[in-house]
Each structure stands twice: as structure tokens, then as C-alpha cells.
């Protein structure tokens, strides 16, 4: 039998067009603006907000106050008890959440429009009017600590919580954003009510909102919503950022567990920094793909040495780090560690294929319109946007700075980022020969 030969199907070219969304800039009569993408085929109403600061304002006597705020806010507000309050949510199938990350307090709010005067008032009174009753305050003190006790037994949250202290001593991101069981247990009403001006002010506030609402009502609503809080004063960022500590060092945290829970990082990139592009893409191939990064091939697939490793970027605002990690047999953590190490250094020396760079790009690009295709998430993307300090012209430019990334350039970023092999590792176990 004669074989055939066939030419290779070609390659479809890379689809660079962005999201099509009408984004508007709505600015209220007060002055506050927010990003809107009127969808009018759906009666639902999207918006995703976030103040400028979360946990990163916690006093560093009170750590875990923005976590604490961000619980009680939706449990009692102006005249209405945390029952009657989550009563008239659930009875209008409203949903208003907040939480309190690293740099920034979240807020959302999901309701249907018919629901919309129900739902801005609740956010208003949520925002302007929290009662923080002693029951509520109690209540969810012990549910924040519960947990706190829960993980302070857990391996990730005990290597997770370790590597960030060694890596940010004397830095807000070296605390819990959490706080820890005593910081918690000393928070009370008064304190919380403290710390609110600075926790909600408007300097740095980003509002997006997508869905069944016009532009000139939604100017209105704004400073219904946000008009009465402090206007505060606008946090500059950082010249430089914050330098990570403890390169180069390995701490191991003894505990009696079958598995060792390795974390990493190393040094990364701003999102402003014009290698951020580029530096995706090399992270796309170390560890940031599921099932074809060099990590997960070389420390999953060859060697069998746990079942998933990882990694990624994480410009914070006021530092930039690449931070991965894997869990393993205690007896295999040193060679685990020994392949992160050493692929890194090996896309430092020679950098990636040609093929994984296109491949890289071709999924980073094509995934891209799976982050828009709900209302909610419409509105959360849009919002990391703004927070990061792009416009809605991003959405277009996206993914041709993606397809523009040149093999030369991702080699660049690699001897950037990995050229000088000190990681800080955090590892909770029993690990053999790791130090």
C-alpha cells in the first residue's frame, strides 16, 4: 500500500476583533462617573463597583476590618434590621454583595429592572446608612472566625498566608486579608464605624453598569448611590514597586500532612509595564495553561509528581509578582521545586518555540470573548479595566497588542523575569531535602 500525502490543513489567521460593546461615559449632575453598556433585550440590571484601597486600609491594629464591613454592610441598613433587609432582597430576587480584596472594596448589585427602585435603595442604604448592629456584628464576627480557625489548619491558606508575610514584611499585603482570629475578635461596632469614610470614599471609585437602563437615569442614580459618601483624597501610585523580599530563601512550615503544599514567587510586571503583553504570553506557556503549559507537562505529565501545577501574573498596586505552585508527595517535593527552577531557566537561556508562542497567543485571543458573555461579567471585566487605569478602548486594541507579541519579544521577558533564578518558596509539610 502506497501512503498518501496531504498538505497540512492551514492554520485559520488569528481573529484580533474585540468585544463589539457600546461603552458610554455617564457622568451624574454630582460629578461621580461610571461606564455603561445599555442592553435593553434582557430586563436585568448589572453593577460592579469597587473603592480604592479593601484590606490594604485595615489599621494594622485592625486587620480584617474591611473584610468585617464588607460582611454587615447587606445585614441592616437605615430603618430595616439584617432580616428585613435580606427579606425584601430575597423577595425581589435581588442580589447585593461586597467583599474586601487587597487593593480594592467590591460591591455588586444583579436585579431584574422591574425590581430596579427596590434594589438602588437597598444599595443606597447599604452604602450610606450601615446600622452595625451589635446581633449582626456578633454574628458575623463568629462566622469570619469559624473560618479563620478552619484554615489556620488548612495547608494552602497556612503556605499562602506565609509567603505572603516573607515576601511583604511591614506592608499591608503581608497581612491576611482576612485578618487573624485575634484582630478579629478585638473589632467592634465602634471600630467599624471608624474605619467606613476611608474604606468607601469616592477618590479612585470605578462604577460599571450593564443591562436594561438608560444613560440619563443612570446619572441620577449615581448620586442617589454614591453622592453622600466622603469625597476623600486619591491615593497616587507608587513610583516604584514595592521590592519583594526574601529571594532566593526556602521556608518550610512542619506539619504531619502525606502532601507538601509548595508556593513560589518571583518578581513580575506592573499592568502598565509595556512588557505586561508579552509577559502573559511567557506565563500562558510556563504554568498559566491548564494542560499544555511546560509545568504541567514536565512536573504533571512526565514525571508524575502531582496532579496540577501552576502559575501566574499578579501586578498588584503597589507590587508585581509571578506566583505559581503545586502540591506533592513530601518524599518528591525537592525534585518538584528542582523542575519548576528549572524550566524557568531554560525559557531564560533559550526562550520558547515559535510554535508555543502562536499557540500561546492563538488561545489567550480566541478565549477572550468567553469573558463577555454574560451581563455580570460584562460588567466585572469592564470594571478590572477601569481599575487597572485603561479606557473602554482597550476592548478594541486588546487583542491585536496580543497578536502583535513576537517570538523575540516573549524570549526578552523571559531573561527579564527568569534570567536570575531567585524564587522565595513557602512550602507546609514534611518535605525531604527541599532545604
Known amino acids: 500500500m502506497t501512503a498518501t500525502l496531504t498538505a497540512p490543513l492551514p492554520v485559520p489567521p488569528l481573529n484580533t476583533q474585540g468585544p463589539s460593546l457600546d461603552v458610554q461615559i455617564v457622568r451624574s449632575p454630582g460629578g461621580i462617573e461610571a461606564w455603561l453598556v445599555e442592553e435593553h433585550s434582557l430586563p436585568l440590571i448589572a453593577m460592579d463597583f469597587a473603592f480604592d484601597g479593601g484590606a490594604s486600609r485595615d489599621p494594622a491594629d485592625a486587620a480584617g476590618s474591611a473584610y468585617l464591613v464588607s460582611g454587615l454592610l447587606d445585614e441592616g441598613a437605615g430603618e430595616l434590621d439584617a432580616e428585613a433587609f435580606q427579606g425584601r432582597m430575597a423577595d425581589h430576587a435581588i442580589h447585593i454583595g461586597f467583599d474586601a480584596r487587597r487593593d480594592d472594596f467590591h460591591g455588586h ?13 437597598l444599595l443606597a442604604l447599604a452604602l450610606n446608612k450601615p446600622r452595625f448592629d451589635a446581633d449582626a456584628v456578633q454574628r458575623v464576627k463568629a462566622q469570619i472566625i469559624a473560618g479563620l480557625q478552619r484554615q489556620a489548619k488548612n495547608p494552602e491558606t497556612m503556605c499562602r498566608n506565609a509567603l505572603y508575610a516573607a515576601a511583604f514584611p511591614g506592608h499591608a499585603y503581608g497581612r491576611p486579608e482576612k485578618g487573624d482570629i485575634d484582630s478579629v475578635s478585638r473589632l467592634d461596632t465602634a471600630a467599624l464605624r471608624a474605619v467606613v469614610p476611608s474604606l468607601l470614599d469616592r477618590a479612585g471609585l470605578k462604577i460599571v453598569v450593564v443591562g436594561d437602563i438608560g444613560a440619563a437615569e443612570l446619572g441620577d442614580r449615581l448620586d442617589a448611590l454614591f453622592g453622600g459618601l466622603p469625597k476623600g483624597e486619591a491615593r497616587p501610585r507608587p513610583s516604584q514597586p514595592f521590592p519583594l523580599q526574601g529571594l532566593g530563601q526556602t521556608h518550610v512550615i512542619d506539619l504531619d500532612v502525606p502532601q507538601t503544599v509548595l508556593r513560589f514567587v518571583g518578581p513580575g510586571v506592573m499592568w502598565d509595564d509595556p512588557d505586561y503583553i508579552p509577559a502573559s504570553v511567557l506565563n500562558h506557556i510556563l504554568g498559566g495553561s491548564a494542560f499544555t503549559s511546560r509545568l504541567f507537562m514536565e512536573v504533571r505529565e512526565k514525571r508524575g509528581l502531582a496532579y496540577g501545577v501552576s502559575s501566574s501574573l499578579l501586578p498588584l498596586r503597589e507590587a508585581a509578582m509571578l506566583v505559581g505552585g503545586t502540591a ?23 526562550g520558547p518555540s515559535e510554535h508555543e508562542v502562536e499557540e500561546a497567543k492563538r488561545y489567550i485571543i480566541g478565549s477572550y470573548p468567553l469573558r463577555f458573555d454574560t451581563s455580570p461579567k460584562i460588567a466585572g471585566e469592564l470594571l478590572n479595566l477601569a481599575m ?24 526578552r521577558v523571559a531573561a527579564r523575569l527568569f534570567g536570575h533564578p531567585d524564587l522565595l518558596v513557602q512550602a507546609v509539610g514534611k518535605p525531604v531535602g527541599l532545604v
Open 388 to 411: 487597572r487605569g485603561d479606557t473602554p478602548a482597550f476592548l478594541a486594541e486588546r487583542n491585536k497588542r496580543f497578536a502583535a507579541v513576537t517570538l523575540a519579544d516573549v524570549k
Open 328 to 350: 506533592t508527595r513530601n518524599d518528591r517535593a525537592a525534585e518538584s521545586m528542582a523542575v519548576i527552577r528549572e524550566e524557568m531557566m531554560k525559557l531564560a537561556s533559550e
Open 109 to 121: 448589585l444583579q436585579a431584574l429592572s422591574t425590581h430596579r427602585d427596590t434594589a438602588f435603595e
